[in-house]
């Protein structure tokens, strides 16, 4: 660092403290050392050199991250970076391909290097991707009207189609035997699905991966159950909204009314010794949903 430099720091310490270097006895070494620590300069750690921005130019890589390292196997290499490429994103971007590798792996090909972690971040990933929609999509709508449609939005069935929307089941990688277990495939999908936005997201350790694509899938499906409130899961929106305002799960109480197969049952949810709602319907499982649909649009949404 110059003196000359040095000196413009001095003079701008004493603009702001009305005393120079020289007269506090700090030497030109110790103001250099100070100025280096809290000035800008990349690091290994800096994760966030730039401050977030939600629509960035996909192609851009990040400033500070090493340039992502190709795998041993150019055929799978080959196979992720097409995968990279149908979401929309360029095959150059800062893409951590082992990541992706290991969110597009099975339990079933190996017990310690699967998709089960990344799984585990990408949860969260789809949530706030999901949250962050909806507030910029429909900024009026009230947060029990949130709640009801993440929770459709982030449900497996949902991220399921989204794998299959992107081809995601020709890149994960299963054993033969579970290939052939149809009852676990939209389980499997959306598994992978979380996994591989966790991946994205690891890569840059910001969103620059993820919401470039993902949001209009995300915005379509919510238009979509906001046209068919029926197709919403009350029961699932009534526990995120009393988890959020009560960190509570509400309790549901179910008996059987009569013998015929019509409202065969009747539910009540409670919470707090409060009775929120009642439903009834042919199977407990009906029951406890209308009585959920009660509860949400007369407490959360009245």
Not at 17 to 39: A, H, K, N, R, W
Not at 173 to 190: E, K, M, P
Not at 252 to 257: N, P, R, S, W
Request: proline share 6%; net charge negative; hydrophobic share 40%.
């Amino acid at each position: 660092m110059s003196d000359s430099l040095l000196y413009q720091l001095s003079v701008i310490s004493y603009q702001y403290s009305g005393v120079s270097y020289q007269e506090s006895g700090v030497s030109i070494q110790e103001i250099g050392d100070c100025f280096y620590l809290f000035s800008p300069h990349p690091t290994p750690h800096t994760l966030h050199p730039t401050p977030y921005t939600l629509h960035p130019t996909p192609h851009t890589p990040h400033p500070l991250l090493p340039a992502p390292m190709s795998l041993s196997d150019p055929r799978r290499q080959k196979q992720l970076k097409t995968l990279v490429e149908k979401l929309g994103l360029s095959a150059d971007v800062p893409v951590r391909w082992d990541l992706l590798d290991l969110a597009l792996t099975h339990p079933s090909v190996s017990r310690d290097k699967n998709y089960e972690q990344l799984e585990f971040v990408g949860d969260s990933v789809v949530r706030l991707v999901a949250a962050e929609v909806l507030l910029e999509t429909y900024p009026e709508a009230l947060v029990g009207e949130f709640a009801a449609l993440r929770s459709m939005m982030v449900s497996d069935r949902t991220l399921a189609e989204f794998a299959d929307r992107y081809g995601f089941e020709r890149y994960l990688l299963v054993s033969s035997s579970t290939s052939i277990d149809r009852a676990g495939r939209i389980s499997r999908l959306a598994d992978a699905f979380e996994a591989v936005l966790g991946a994205l997201y690891l890569s840059t350790q910001t969103m620059i991966l993820v919401r470039s694509w993902l949001d209009e899938p995300l915005r379509e499906k919510a238009a979509e159950i906001r046209r068919d409130p029926a197709r919403q899961n009350y029961k699932d929106a009534l526990q995120e909204w009393t988890q959020a305002k009560y960190k509570k799960l509400p309790q549901y109480l179910v008996k059987e009314i009569n013998g015929l197969d019509q409202e065969r049952f009747c539910a009540e949810v409670w919470l707090n010794e409060q009775k929120l709602g009642v439903g009834t319907g042919r199977s407990k499982k009906a029951a406890e949903q209308a009585a959920a649909k009660s509860a949400f649009l007369e407490v959360v949404k009245g």
